[in-house]
């Protein structure tokens, strides 16, 4: 999934919408003249700033948008039969885009720096194009009927030489040049004055406002950017589980299943070291209330392996248990399932929670819920207790890492069996499936 597709929420379409807004109050209203320096015709705005702003915080296309939507939305009120308006776009576009996409590769001052610069190279260069292909020739033909007078009238104040044949060297050189790089410098350095602090409330969209796991939800999508915010998923649903649940893990090699485990399994009270149970199919922990299977099916091969190892068996006995690799279709109905992509510390958590569960809450109100979720006498346990948590993750990590390249290419020998028997822990191992 692409990062654009991946921001169409209620979030991002309500920040653009926003940035739209502000922009047309400036673009419409909040513009002035400079006669002593430019035509009267040339209105200095800053409509640009918050486009650029939102073209730096959440992507070219996103800046782009708000040029557009913007411009056409002027279109209603336009005085130019809409000709300045598809002017502006143009000029508009040229500046976000271009400094977005420097800046994009390389997001530090430098490259904002640079970015800034080429785009309004790029925006001043495309407004004197417009101007002499578009602009002018639409204005004496269509607006004054052929004739030059009216805008040679309204630049003779400031070049008292300009004729005809001359126009387009004052206009251009001495009016559009000069003028859009003012107000492209005005709006370069309000970027830099403004944006750091604005893009902090902007970029908040994946971890802040659609990070919580709702128990009352049957399908939710959450996302992270680091393992706090893994830690906190795992958390709260640690805190919803009873005896004989069972939750999937779904996501390839080295999306995070161990790593969401060993959250969710700290959280359930187990105070041994967790480690993956890829040649041992099962580990058992004693949480606080409940004892807890961790399971990993990679390495069966077959049904009749499945049952030798007693798995099925184990998971009757009640407990809280936890699939990787699944291959046991009994257990899906009422299963929970939690699918998890991503790369790095930024993750996607898609789950899907059965009928069974969501019945257990389905009479409990949202405030209710939300006092559940973030409790004030948790608060500060739950972050003492996150810090202690993803610094022990941290430093399994490496474990985890060199576990799923067993996953890829481990043989089948003896060597291998005795290695993963030496750091089984505290755990239960059950028979191994290979």
């Known amino acids: 999934m692409n990062s654009f597709s991946k921001k169409i929420s209620t979030a991002y379409l309500t920040k653009i919408a926003i940035l739209v807004a502000i922009s047309f109050v400036l673009y419409a209203f909040c513009k002035f003249n400079l006669p002593f320096m430019f035509p009267s015709f040339l209105e200095m705005q800053i409509s640009d700033l918050p486009a650029i702003i939102g073209g730096f915080a959440l992507g070219p296309i996103s800046g782009t948008l708000i040029i557009v939507i913007k411009c056409c939305l002027k279109m209603a009120m336009t005085s130019t039969g809409c000709v300045g308006e598809l002017v502006d776009i143009v000029v508009g576009v040229s500046f976000v885009l271009t400094a977005s996409l420097i800046y994009k590769r390389k997001k530090d001052k430098k490259h904002a720096v640079i970015g800034l610069v080429a785009g309004s190279l790029v925006s001043i260069v495309a407004a004197m194009i417009m101007n002499y292909a578009v602009a002018v020739p639409f204005y004496v033909e269509v607006m004054f009927g052929g004739s030059w007078g009216p805008i040679l009238g309204m630049c003779q104040s400031l070049y008292p030489g300009v004729t005809v044949d001359n126009f387009y060297v004052f206009y251009l050189f001495l009016g559009v040049l000069p003028f859009n790089a003012l107000r492209l410098l005005i709006v370069s350095v309000?970027?830099?004055?403004?944006?750091?602090?604005?893009?902090v409330i902007l970029k908040k969209e994946f971890d802040s406002t659609i990070n919580s796991f709702d128990r009352t939800k049957a399908e939710q999508v959450l996302y992270v950017k680091n393992l706090k915010g893994t830690a906190r998923i795992a958390r709260q649903m640690a805190r919803c589980l009873k005896d004989k649940d069972v939750i999937i893990l779904r996501g390839d090699l080295g999306a995070g299943k161990t790593t969401f485990t060993s959250y969710l399994v700290k959280n359930l009270g187990v105070k041994e070291s967790v480690t993956s149970p890829t040649f041992t199919v099962l580990n058992q922990y004693q949480g606080k209330k409940y004892v807890v299977n961790h399971l990993d099916m990679y390495r069966i091969e077959s049904f009749d392996e499945l049952y030798?190892?007693?798995?099925?068996?184990?998971?009757?006995?009640?407990?809280?248990?936890?699939v990787e690799w699944n291959k046991l279709d009994d257990i899906e109905r009422e299963a929970i399932f939690v699918t998890i992509t991503g790369a790095g510390n930024k993750r996607k958590f898609e789950i899907k929670l059965p009928e069974s569960f969501l019945n257990r809450y389905v009479k409990v109100k949202k405030s209710e819920d939300k006092a559940f979720l973030v409790s004030p006498e948790n608060s500060d346990r739950d972050k003492a207790a996150d810090g202690a948590l993803t610094a022990e993750i941290i430093a399994d990590k490496t474990s985890e890492n060199n576990t799923d390249g067993h996953k890829s290419g481990m043989t089948k020998n003896g060597s291998d069996n005795a290695s993963v028997d030496e750091k089984g822990g505290s755990a239960k191992k059950v028979k191994q499936a290979v």
Do not use: D, N
């Open 190 to 199: 309000l970027t830099f004055l403004l944006y750091k602090q604005l893009s």
């Open 308 to 322: 030798e190892t007693g798995v099925a068996e184990t998971i009757s006995e009640g407990g809280i248990t936890i």
